[in-house]
């Protein structure tokens, strides 16, 4: 890319007034003006960088601000801010978790969960995607262990499905478990006001743990966090190790986060645009002939099923102006290969249009409807 993030690129080939279909930029905020002063005025304020991990000499106000910030937008008691959601997610399991102790985790999970949950000790059950009655067996089998822990994705990045929060739940009830959620693909934009998948399933009193980025919807610079119960978040501060051993985020970074923070707690006009967006997106592509994935999320995946025809398809769309990436094998499982469209609230309706255009023009061409 030769321009800022944003709905219209410039790349490097020469390509020019490229529409952008696959950033995580849901709201847009990556190259908003007041998110950019923001950071401009805390790189003035407090420098490049604090050459320290937060508990030496890296912790700013700034620090402090957003985390109080971040537990106020998600309505929980305290937040803990790390480099990026990987390190949050692999700081997590191996702090609260010891061998006398189990996680359920979902199959499809991200792989920063994955490897968060290979660092721990505790006793590992994996469930079938989505699949209550399997992970109602696993908690019955759990029951043996002291705690037991339910992590999941809120949104799953590769289908635009949304993890059935109610059912996880009260399953977690009826077993005495936690529930921990991922919400990198749903923070700022599902829900009401944006809170995320437990706030869009009503359940933000019965979810314990959440996990998200600052690198996608919340300006998309970089930076992840837990928030949660006070004591969890105390308990991270001592011992999670990408926290204690890590440089702390840079004030750019932060004066970005916390100016989307304030965009969305003013108001949730731009999520709701994106969602507006979204489904012109999901409707005109099914009026189409495309099965497209997921319900109502703004990753919207353009189901193809053969790996070199989502490859041909994505070349020529950007051929067309329009940037999309296919997955296949082992991205996706063999047979699924899609592509994968991600809506934002800064694209037009005319962009939108433009890429259903160009889908429908492609995808006769190659035999796809
Ligand atoms: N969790 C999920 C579900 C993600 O999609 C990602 C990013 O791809 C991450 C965690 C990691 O987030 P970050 O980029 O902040 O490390």
Known sequence: LRSRQGPHLRLAGGGAGIINFCANNYLGLSSHPEVIRAAVEAL???????????????TQSIHKDLEEKIARFHQRED???????????????????????????????HASIIDGIRLCKA????????????????????QKHRLRLVATDGAFSMDGDIAPLREICQLAQKYDALVFID????????GPNGRGTDELLGVMDKVTIINSTLGKALGGAAGGY???????????????????FSNSLPPAVVGCAS???????????IAQSMA????????KMTAAGFTISGKDHPICPVMLGDAR???????????????????????????????????SAVHSDEDIDRCVEAFTEVGRKHGAL
């Open 309 to 343: 025809l989502a490859s041909v398809m994505a070349e020529d769309m950007l051929n067309r102006g329009i940037y999309v990436i296919g997955f296949s094998y082992p991205v996706v499982p063999k047979g699924k290969a899609r592509i994968r469209v991600q809506i």
């Open 79 to 109: 937040a803990i801010l790390y480099a990026s959601c990987f390190d949050a997610n692999a700081g997590i399991f191996e702090a609260l978790l010891t061998p006398e102790d189990a996680v359920l985790s979902d199959e499809l999970n």
């Open 226 to 244: 837990t928030t949660g119960p006070k004591p969890l978040i105390d308990l991270l501060r001592q011992r999670s190790r990408p926290y204690l």
């Open 123 to 142: 006793n590992k059950y994996r469930y079938k995607h989505m699949d209550m009655q399997d992970l109602e067996a696993k908690l019955k089998e759990a």
């Open 183 to 190: 919400e990198c693909h749903a923070t700022g934009f599902l």
């Open 276 to 283: 507006a967006k979204t489904q012109r997106f999901r409707s």
């Open 259 to 269: 100016k989307a923070l304030d965009l969305l707690m003013e108001s949730n006009a």
């Open 44 to 58: 003035e304020k407090f420098g490049a960088g604090l050459s320290s991990v937060r508990f030496i000499c890296g």
